[in-house]
Every structure is written in C-alpha cells, then in structure tokens.
C-alpha cells in the first residue's frame, strides 16, 4: 500500500468551500478527541492501579476509527458538514499526535509528582 503524506494544504485545496474556520474547528476537534483518547487509556490504567509509563501505544489505525467515528458527528454537531476522505486521512494522523502529547504530559507529570491523577488535569 503507498501512503501518500496529507497535510493542511492539501485539506485546503479540496474546496473553495473551505475556509480557515474550518481547519480551525477540525484542529479543535481532533486535538479533543486525541486528548480524550489519552486520558480514557490513563484512567483504564489508574482502574487497574497501574500508571502511565513508556510510549504511547495507540496505533494510526485506532487513530482512524476515532476519526470515523467520532470527528463526524463532533463536525455535526456544530453546524458543519460531513469530513471529505483526505480529510479523514489528515485528521487520524492529526489525532494520534495529540493522544501521544498528552500521553507525554501525563506520564512526565506522573514521574515528578509520584502518580498524577488524571483527573486532576
């Protein structure tokens, strides 16, 4: 399979339609799922009294079902319409980056105050 990079101008060229609100609200709303997606993996881990350690472990393809499945309607119910394929695309990649930056915080947070909870965040 070739992967082919997507990036924001890409996503920009889909549509005259398109405007900087929008890469501004797809921006958000991955940067919230990715970011939700962490700390639900954080709290699993606190149930099971177990911290978070190491690398994050979600994979892309994780990554694309949230985009899937939770971007779309996240879209939808802010007056916007359904996501385009390349937008899909660019948004999975966009998510897992945000899941691994939180990821990060918590853990490093976790290690210099003896177990953070995720909560507390």
Do not use: K
């Not at 978070?52 to 949230?66: F, M, Y």
């Amino acid at each position: 399979m070739i992967q082919t990079a997507v990036t924001a101008q890409a996503v920009a060229q889909l549509s005259p339609l398109y405007s900087f609100s929008r890469e501004a609200l797809l921006a958000r709303g991955v940067a919230e799922i990715g970011e939700a997606w962490a700390r639900h993996v954080v709290l699993c881990l606190h149930d099971r009294h177990r911290c978070a350690s190491g690398a994050w472990s979600g994979t892309l393809g994780e990554a694309r079902l949230r985009a899937a499945t939770m971007l779309e309607p996240w879209l939808w119910s802010r007056g916007r319409v359904q996501c385009q394929p390349v937008e899909l695309a660019y948004a999975a990649f966009e998510i897992n980056h945000a899941a691994r930056r939180t990821w990060a915080e918590i853990r490093d947070a976790s290690r210099t105050s003896g177990g953070l909870n995720p909560n507390e965040r």
